[in-house]
């Protein structure tokens, strides 16, 4: 529990703390620059979380990432059963990024605010036309240089194993064909095991493992499998996640 109260703190510090900085934020005028500069700060202060956390993560395919210039927007897709998957995938992200989040994020004030400054998006995912419109707008935003990250799945997935994924709405790969973007695929594992495992505590010194995949394009999928995008990018996902969890079996021989 201990951890836990740990994380909250860093937390809760942040946001307050983080009202004396947005004036610094919103001064700066290029749009690109103020959004690395709020990803610097966010960064710093979820890394701590994980530090406080005691959460040890390797990360692989890192070179998939960096060999994409920073101008560039991407589709980051991963699978998704923990609050850490994002706060993983924040401190991993070298360009400017939001994620798509369900709207009930809003309610929370300060973190909205710094969210928004990341060009994060709310999605309802019982309006249709709202999620539309959010897809519609991830669109301009890779256009213009931001990437989207997004969980395909809809929700997190609370099956016994990461293999457990919920089906990957098609609709979401919208924004990588009408872009033309790269999509990186992203699996974690054992994140579950942090925290909603044995919610309200966190359980220190889990072995998250992290595969960043190599991009891949819609116009580059077989003819014949491009109808289904998200069924495409899921399977890629679920290999990596199995090819991870070999690893993770290994390792404890």
Known sequence: MLYAIHGFLVAFFFLLY???????V?????????????LKIVQSK????????????????MENL????????VMFVGNHRSYFDVILGYTLVDRPTGFVAKTEMQKVKPLAMWMEFL???FIDRDNLKQSLKVI??????????????IYPEGTRSKGESE????????GSFKIAEKTGCKIIP???INTRKIWEAQFPKVKPNQHVRVMIGKPITVSDIPEEERKHVGEYVENIVLEEIRELKKKDVAEEK
């Not at 979820?46 to 395919?61: A, H, N, T």
């Not at 060999?67 to 560039?72: R, V």
């Not at 519609?136 to 990250?149: D, F, P, R």
Request: hydrophobic share 35%; glycine share 6%; net charge positive.
């Open 119 to 121: 060009h994060c998006l």
């Open 136 to 149: 519609l707008q991830a669109i301009q935003y890779v256009k213009k240089g931001t990437s989207i990250w």
């Open 66 to 73: 960096t060999s994409i210039p920073k101008d560039e927007g």
């Open 186 to 188: 992203v699996a974690m």
């Open 163 to 170: 293999e457990d994924m919920l089906p990957f709405k098609e």
């Open 46 to 61: 979820l890394r701590r979380i994980l530090k406080v956390c005691k959460v040890k993560y390797d990360v692989e395919g």
């Open 26 to 38: 919103k001064s700066i005028k290029d749009d690109r620059e103020r959004t690395m500069y709020a």
């Open 18 to 24: 983080g009202y004396f900085l947005v004036p610094k």
